[in-house]
């Protein structure tokens, strides 16, 4: 069963860093462009950073310019989101999700494609 799985969530100190790591399985994730979301709750889901196929295109919102740091590793079949310089309004669950069209893209508009497949998230919480 094809599927991708968000990992590397946590609780931590703002200032701090994580990894989230999003691992396909079932399908070769060097086929689709990557977006990763997030959600607090009462809101709708915002997209934060993409990267396409072959990561040669990468996007950050303004939100996490500067601190978050998207790349990819097709040979591990996986995504990562590096965060660093936390800050509490980062708070949320994090969700990546997969795109084979169009997997060229990525850029400060996109985030509203039809996507092959969501992860399930995974809860980030930054203390103050």
């Known amino acids: 069963q094809a599927q991708l799985v968000e990992s590397g969530g946590g609780l931590v100190q703002s200032g701090g860093s994580l990894r989230l790591s999003c691992t396909a399985s079932?399908?070769?994730?060097?086929?689709?462009?990557i977006d990763w979301f997030r959600q607090v709750p009462g809101e709708d889901r915002k997209g934060i950073s993409c990267i396409n196929f072959d990561g040669s295109r990468i996007d950050y919102q303004d939100s996490v310019k500067g601190r978050f740091t998207i790349s990819r590793d097709n040979a591990k079949n996986t995504v990562y989101l590096q965060m660093t310089s936390l800050k509490p309004e980062d708070t949320a669950v994090y969700y990546c999700a997969a795109r084979s069209l169009p997997r060229a893209s990525c850029h400060s508009r996109g985030y509203n494609y039809e996507y092959d497949y969501w992860g399930q998230g995974t809860q980030v919480t930054v203390s103050s």
């Open positions: 079932g399908f070769n994730l060097d086929g689709s462009a």
